[in-house]
């Protein structure tokens, strides 16, 4: 059946995007756009009409990786769970990706992409720009949650988002390298929780 021409622009995204991922993490800022167009079986020409750019491709990668995991995270943590519980699901769920059988690739990609912004001033805000936006999602998911009897500020979750996915990112990346040892779900978990505190949340 003949895809519309809706579908073959949805299909044409992904395959760039599946293509961009895999010559991103093989070869960093090395990676040629040529390179990704013809794996991908499209040309550059597809890269720009799509994307606008090569560096419109690698922040798109950004949110095609982060925007599945709070997705996940969203339907794992209820409106009128607690902010502590919600604060160990998240972690927990941070841990589980440790265990999936890409978790290196997926590092490496990711250490690929922060190579990449390094060395390029135009792209480092944006790619800085969209993992904000993913972080204020985590942030809206934890405002008005209770802790000891209060209700957690916009302010306060913004400030307790950013400790947590530092906190998370070294976690994992330690689990995933091997270089950290013993760290089950409920170490994370627990780990997490000891950032709730006044030091961290600040004042409402």
Not at 169 to 191: C, I, K, R, W
């Amino acid at each position: 059946m003949r895809m519309t021409r809706a579908e073959a622009k949805e299909h044409n995204r992904r395959a760039l995007l599946a293509a961009a991922r895999l010559i991103v993490a093989r070869d960093g800022h090395r990676a040629r756009l040529e390179e990704i167009a013809e794996r991908a079986g499209l040309t550059t020409g597809a890269v720009y009409s799509l994307f606008g750019s090569k560096n419109g491709l690698l922040v798109a990668l950004v949110t095609d990786c982060l925007g599945p995991h709070y997705d996940g995270v969203e339907q794992a943590v209820p409106a009128g769970m607690g902010l502590a519980e919600a604060v160990e699901v998240f972690a927990r769920h941070y841990r589980r990706l440790c265990d999936d059988p890409d978790a290196l690739r997926h590092l490496s990609f990711e250490i690929s992409l922060q190579d990449l912004a390094l060395r390029d001033p135009e792209l480092a805000p944006r790619l800085a720009a969209s993992v904000r936006a993913h972080e204020e999602r985590l942030a809206a998911l934890l405002s008005g949650r209770l802790h000891d009897g209060h209700a957690l500020t916009a302010r306060q979750a913004r400030r307790l988002a950013t400790a947590l996915r530092a906190l998370l990112v070294g976690l994992s990346q330690g689990v995933v390298l091997g270089l950290t040892e013993n760290a089950p779900g409920d170490y994370f978990a627990a780990s997490a929780r000891a950032l709730i505190t006044p030091d961290v949340l600040g004042p409402p």
